[in-house]
T-cell receptor, first 113, second 114 residues
Framework: AQSVTQLGSHVSVSEGALVLLRCNYSSSVPPYLFWYVQYPNQGLQLLLKYTSAATLVKGINGFEAEFKKSETSFHLTKPSAHMSDAAEYFC???????????FGTGTRLKVLA | DADVTQTPRNRITKTGKRIMLECSQTKGHDRMYWYRQDPGLGLRLIYY???????NKGEISDGYSVSRQAQAKFSLSLESAIPNQTALYFC?????????????FGPGTRLLVL
């Protein structure tokens, strides 16, 4: 069965600092992986997705993620945090057979002034 | 206008009451999903539908039922609400292009069961 694990339910960074949100996956087949962001009182919005075309995936708002098969990871990064990045971030893997998403438990990012 | 809409956005109800949450989409997608979000648990799938005649249980379907009235509408019902169904509920849609397809989420319905 496929699954994702997000390490760190809460992450705090200073404004201008590097953002690193961790996601590890488990899958017996090449996975399709997604990062979503949820701003307060809003639904989830796609940041980026990996569908095997390229291991380094660039998304919206300056975020990117690198697929590393050897480490079974798909960590989300942003070189310089902005106050507007404060939100909850979810990693998800798509099941190839059922097309369902399996979500991680989420990481809440706090950006300190 | 939003592509995926949910009504109501907030609802307070009492234990034992029947309640329906509605979802509509204008994206023309065949697939629709209902999730619930609880703090620390992420999103968990309740039901999903790949077309009007196809309804499937997710990982936490007990206590819930759904109806796919049309391609664009997918409703979630709590036949007899209980307090542990207090949560944030999301509807999502995707096109039928494969497992790499993006899911598009509505704004959510915040439900409180007293």
């Amino acid at each position: 069965a496929q699954s994702v694990t997000q390490l760190g339910s809460h992450v705090s960074v200073s404004e201008g600092a590097l953002v690193l949100l961790r996601c590890n996956y488990s899958s017996s087949v090449p996975p399709y992986l997604f990062w979503y962001v949820q701003y307060p009182n809003q639904g989830l919005q796609l940041l980026l997705k990996y569908t095997s075309a390229a291991t380094l995936v660039k998304g919206i708002n300056g975020f990117e993620a690198e697929f590393k098969k050897s480490e079974t990871s798909f960590h989300l990064t942003k070189p310089s945090a902005h106050m507007s990045d404060a939100a909850e971030y979810f990693c998800a893997v798509s099941d190839h057979r059922t097309y369902k998403y399996i979500f991680g438990t989420g990481t809440r990012l706090k950006v300190l002034a | 206008d939003a592509d995926v809409t949910q009504t109501p956005r907030n609802r307070i109800t009492k234990t034992g009451k029947r309640i329906m949450l509605e979802c509509s989409q204008t994206k023309g997608h065949d697939r629709m999903y209902w999730y619930r979000q609880d703090p620390g648990l992420g999103l968990r799938l309740i039901y999903y539908s790949f077309d009007v005649k196809d309804i499937n249980k997710g990982e936490i379907s007990d206590g819930y039922s759904v109806s796919r009235q049309a391609q664009a509408k997918f409703s979630l019902s709590l036949e007899s609400a209980i307090p542990n169904q207090t949560a944030l509920y999301f509807c999502a849609t995707s096109s039928a292009q494969g497992s790499q397809e993006t899911q598009y989420f509505g704004p959510g319905t915040r439900l409180l069961v007293l």
